[in-house]
C-alpha cells in the first residue's frame, strides 16, 4: 500500500467549481475524494448529498470517494448515496441507533464501511464490530467546520487506534480528520494514520501540488 494516502476534503473546494478543483487536488497528489455531509442536526452547518457525488462522478471524477456523514439519522440516505457512486461512507457512532445493522447496511449496499469518532468518543465503541470495517476515522477537531485547529491529545488517540487495528489484524485504514497541516503532518504520520483528511490546508493555497508534496516530504524525512 502507497504511504500516507491524502484525502482532500470537498468542505474546503470552490463549490461553484467543484469538478474542477477536485481533480486539481487529485492531479497535485490527492488519492481520494473526502465529501463532508452535514445536516445542520448532527453538525451545525449544511452541505451536499448524493447528487452531488452523482454530479463528480459524471463530471469525470473515477478517484475513490469517502463520503463522510455527519447526519442523523443516518441509514434512510446510505443506499442514496452507494447509488450515486461511493465507495467508502463512514459515520458517527452517536448518529445510529444500531451501529452493527448501519454497517451491514454499508457492506449490503456495495461500499466499504467506516466509523468517524469524535474527540470526546470512547474506543470501546469499537470492540464488537472490527470486522465489519474498512475505515476508522479519528476526528482531530469537533465535526461542523473546516479551518478548525487540530487537537493535541487526539494524538494519543490515533496512536491506541493504531495498536487496537493491529491487534485485530484485519486490514483497516487509519484515517485522521481535522486541522492537518505541513507542521503536524509528521506527527500524525508517526502515530501510524494511513489516511490524512486535509481541507484548508490544501485549498487555501494556490498551488496544490506544492502542499501535498510538502506534507508526505516532512513525514518521510522524520520516519524513514
Ligand atoms: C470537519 C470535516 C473535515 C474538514 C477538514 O467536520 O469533517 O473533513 O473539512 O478541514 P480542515 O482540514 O480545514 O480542518
Ligand atoms: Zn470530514
Known sequence: MKKYLIAPSI??????????????????????????????????????????????????????????????????????????????????PEASQHIDRTLQLIKNS???????????TPLNILDYVMHKLDIILVMSVNPGFSGQLFIPNTLHKIRQVRRLINESGYDIFL???????????SAIAAEGADIFVVG????????????????????IRAIP
Open 175 to 185: 484515517a485522521v480528520d481535522g486541522g492537518i497541516t505541513v507542521n503536524n503532518f
Open 11 to 92: 468542505l474546503s473546494a470552490d463549490c461553484a467549481r467543484l469538478g474542477e478543483d477536485i481533480s486539481k487536488a487529485l492531479s497535485a497528489g490527492g488519492d481520494l475524494v473526502h465529501f463532508d455531509v452535514m445536516d445542520n442536526h448532527y453538525v451545525p452547518n449544511l452541505t451536499m448529498g448524493p447528487m452531488v457525488v452523482k454530479a463528480l462522478r459524471n463530471y469525470g471524477i473515477t478517484a475513490p470517494i469517502d463520503v463522510h456523514l455527519m447526519v442523523d439519522p443516518v441509514d434512510r440516505i446510505i443506499p442514496d448515496f452507494a447509488e450515486a457512486g461511493a465507495n467508502y461512507i463512514t459515520f458517527h
Open 200 to 219: 484548508s490546508t490544501i485549498f487555501d493555497q494556490i498551488d496544490y501540488k506544492k502542499v501535498i508534496d510538502a506534507m508526505r516530504c516532512t513525514a
Open 110 to 120: 456495495g461500499c466499504h464501511s467506516g466509523l468517524a469518532l469524535n474527540p470526546a
